[in-house]
């Protein structure tokens, strides 16, 4: 195709976009000499003429699905920020994050210098199976390089995902072995799981933290309540803190986990969705169980859902900040080739009455960055309420709407213990280049740390506050004693977390050390 061609083809389909962007929002006027069209269709009707007679009399051949594909994304920009079309491979992402599994070999890896090192591989799947081990580095993915030529992560893990049953040949470089090792593997389903971690924070609160809602989140938190019972849990913190949500079912059925027999959940409702409610049915395991729950602003959706069911209840009180506002039904439409669009049919209701859904606005992205700026991340006086949107819950307690969660219990950005060094160490990843330089030193050792009394153990025979700031030092970063005594306690904790992370505990490691920390948490707790 010449280069005058494609012009022309370009500015056909950029004319036609603004075509009908000009269509749906044309007022209707009387005309004289026109097709009479049905006045409730009259819009889309001049719509359809217009691609009808561009198609059937255009000078040039139209390349409908080049067309399509520039039109659809600006007609949904025209509805709400949350309806979208999404092409094939933007679907299959967006469908692969909640299924709770994907198609992989199972490991997990970083890239601190350029080199994708292996942090941990995952039990039973095909990498273990394979005889990969954790501090292995990638050097080659079928037979391409793949170190040291600045290839992003996301390249990576492409090349290594895969359709089960297909093969991927890895070459490694592996401690103590000057050859590259050479392994095929047959690629598999790879379960993900949802919850990130769950454990006894002390003799009786047990500690949740679920990333999203997922097909299998309802499952796994019956599995980790089950085993926390055992360990004597009369009391829960469940974190739903950067949770953008997921399947509205899997929230549904652990609201259903809380609450009595009849306790409205939410309820939906639209232009063309009348109102319908969702009830509990009281036959809920943790409904002996006190709760509280944690949430931020980049909570949303489904826990969104979760934390204004609890709050309305009066079941559970609510700590943390203001949580995003997403509170839309969106009804998934597939196509034949792949693409697909979430349609925004309804909104979303706590059972006293708020829409979670907070308000369309020209400023609606920066949403997050306002709050930052107008103080409401350090202050409860700086959330805007609006007296008109405020509700009672059946315990007499005061909420209000206006979009979001707003929390029983306001707890602000914890900014004590920031330091010059503490931020140098952030900018730079120090903490986390320093846990895998140490974790390559140890490594044998560290493969066998099974629990966290073996891994504080392990701790305790190191000098890590030393080793740290010498590793600090050498890369240009130095500690005042000001600065170590402002951040030095909250440096270390990172610092054992993340260590704790390239064992074969992972998060079951990270988590119980790296909320020490948490000042939401420890607000939870009482203290």
Not at 10 to 28: A, E, G, P
Not at 34 to 45: H, I, P, Y
Not at 111 to 137: C, F, H, M, Q, Y
Not at 138 to 147: E, F, L, Q, V
Request: aromatic share 8%; glycine share 8%.
């Amino acid at each position: 195709m010449s280069s005058d061609k494609t012009m022309r083809l370009l500015r056909i389909s950029v004319w036609i976009v603004i075509i009908v962007m000009l269509v749906i929002m044309i007022m209707r006027l009387p005309k004289k000499g026109v097709v009479d069209l049905d006045s409730t269709k009259e819009d889309w009707a001049k719509l359809m003429l217009v691609l009808n007679s561009v198609d059937k009399d255009y000078v040039d051949d139209i390349d409908h699905k080049a067309v399509t594909e520039k039109l659809l994304p600006a007609v949904m920009a025209e509805l709400d920020p949350h309806s979208v079309y999404l092409p094939p491979v933007d679907l299959e992402k967006a469908d692969e994050a909640l299924q709770g599994g994907f198609d992989g070999i199972g490991i997990q890896f970083n890239v601190p210098n350029d080199t994708a090192i292996v942090t941990n591989v995952i039990a039973g799947g095909p990498s273990e199976k394979a005889g990969l081990l954790s501090g292995d580095r990638i050097i080659k993915i079928d037979g391409k390089n793949i170190a040291g030529v600045g290839m992003k992560q996301d390249s990576m893990v492409y090349m290594m995902r895969g359709p089960r049953g297909t093969k991927v040949k890895l070459e490694l470089k592996r401690e103590g072995e000057g050859a590259l090792i050479p392994f095929t593997i047959v690629r598999d389903m790879i379960p993900v799981n949802s919850l990130d971690v769950a454990f006894m924070i002390n003799d009786t609160t047990g500690y949740i933290k679920l990333s999203k809602f997922s097909k299998t989140s309802y499952f796994e938190f019956l599995q980790a309540t089950l085993t926390l019972r055992e360990k004597g849990m009369k009391r829960l913190i469940f974190d739903l803190r950067d949770n953008t949500g997921g399947y509205f079912d899997q929230a549904m059925m652990l609201s259903n986990e809380f609450l009595e027999k009849g306790d409205i959940v939410v309820y939906m409702e639209g232009k063309s969705r009348p109102r319908q409610d969702f009830i509990a049915d009281g036959k809920g395991s943790c409904k002996d169980i006190e709760l509280a729950v944690l949430i931020n602003e980049a909570s949303a959706s489904s826990s969104e859902i979760f934390a204004g069911a609890m709050q309305d209840n009066d079941r559970a009180l609510i700590y943390g900040l203001r949580s995003f506002g997403k509170g839309l039904v969106q009804e998934p439409i597939y196509f034949s080739d792949g693409s697909g669009i979430r349609l925004t049919v309804a909104r979303f209701y706590t059972p006293t009455g708020r829409s979670i859904q907070k308000p369309y606005s020209d400023k609606y992205d920066m949403d997050i960055i306002e709050r930052y700026e107008h103080g409401e991340m350090m202050s409860a006086d700086s959330i805007k309420v609006n007296d008109s949107l405020k509700y009672v819950t059946p315990g007499g307690r005061v909420v209000y709407g206006g979009g979001g969660i707003i929390p029983d219990v306001f707890v602000p950005l914890d900014t004590l213990g920031i330091s010059d060094y503490l931020i140098k160490c952030n900018r730079q990843s120090l903490v986390i280049k320093f846990a895998n330089q140490f974790s390559d030193k140890h490594r044998a050792r560290m493969r066998g740390i099974k629990d966290m009394d073996a891994l504080y153990a392990f701790f305790a025979e190191r000098d890590l506050k030393k080793e740290f700031i010498e590793y600090t030092t050498a890369n240009g970063v130095i500690p005042s004693k000001k600065d170590w005594e402002i951040s030095g306690e909250i440096i270390m904790t990172q610092v054992k977390a993340v260590i704790g992370r390239y064992t074969p505990l992972d998060d079951d490691a990270f988590y119980p050390i790296y909320l020490k920390n948490d000042n939401v948490v420890k607000r939870a707790l009482g203290e």
